[in-house]
């Protein structure tokens, strides 16, 4: 079971535009939603992340965008880099008990910037 | 501080043979976890840990087995190789309290023919 849709599968984007990818997910118990990069021949890193409390959360060039409602939230990378090429995943996690910090991804999007 | 460590980087395997990926972390983490990636798939959840002794399945647990005798250490073990097992399989640690980051290792890709 899917629990947490990404899209898209692979996005192009040229330098200084906007990247956007977008997610969805279906269980409303999450209460955790981090993005992760993730470079060739490297594992995941966390990126940025956001909690249900808040609609947005800016770092940087980053932003996610959160709607509680629609069950959705999305990526936004403002004036894109050749050096923001990677792979990125959205993911959800709840808190409390044996469900603590266990992530459900998304089936990622592989983002490539032209210079 | 290494962070999170996997051995080996690369591994083939004939189907049928065993191997056990080393996984350990030297921040003192809780919780430790095994995901395997696969193209277009994400990360799924193999096995994961809260704690040194106490281990549970993840969303794709058959063919696997794992231990947590300390608290740096996660070994993840492969008994009777399938071809399906080929993926790349990543480790990861994050805190009990507080944000829940986790932290990845490099990975190890594998093989199965």
């Known amino acids: 079971q899917q629990q947490v849709k990404q899209s898209p599968q692979s996005l192009i984007v040229q330098k200084g535009g906007i990247s956007i990818i977008n997610c969805a997910y279906e269980?409303?118990?999450?209460?955790?939603f981090p993005w992760y990069q993730q470079f060739p021949g490297k594992g995941p890193a966390l990126l940025i992340a956001?909690?249900?409390?808040?609609s947005e959360k800016k770092e940087g060039r980053f932003t996610i965008s959160f709607n509680k409602s629609a069950k959705q939230f999305s990526l936004h990378i403002m004036d894109s880099q050749p050096g923001d090429s990677a792979t990125y995943f959205c993911a959800a996690s709840m808190s409390g008990g044996t469900s603590y910090g266990k992530l459900t991804f998304g089936q990622g999007t592989i983002l490539t910037v032209h210079p | 501080n290494a962070g999170v460590t996997q051995t080996p980087k690369f591994r083939i395997l004939k189907i049928g043979q065993s191997m056990t990926l080393q996984c350990t972390q030297d921040?003192?983490?809780?919780?430790m976890y095994w995901y395997r990636q696969d193209p277009g798939m994400g990360l799924k959840l193999i096995y994961y840990?809260?704690?040194?002794?106490?281990?549970d399945k993840g969303e794709v647990p058959n063919g696997y087995n794992v231990s947590r005798s300390t608290t740096e250490d996660f070994p993840l073990r492969l008994e009777l190789a399938a071809p399906s097992q080929t993926s790349v399989y990543f480790c990861?640690?994050?805190?009990?309290?507080?944000?829940?980051?986790?932290?990845f290792g490099q990975g190890t890709r594998l093989t199965v023919v």
């Open positions: 921040m003192n983490h809780n919780y």
């Open positions: 990861a640690s994050s805190l009990w309290e507080g944000e829940t980051e986790a932290f």
């Open positions: 956001i909690r249900p409390d808040v």
């Open positions: 840990s809260v704690g040194a002794g106490i281990t």
């Open positions: 269980n409303t118990a999450f209460d955790y």
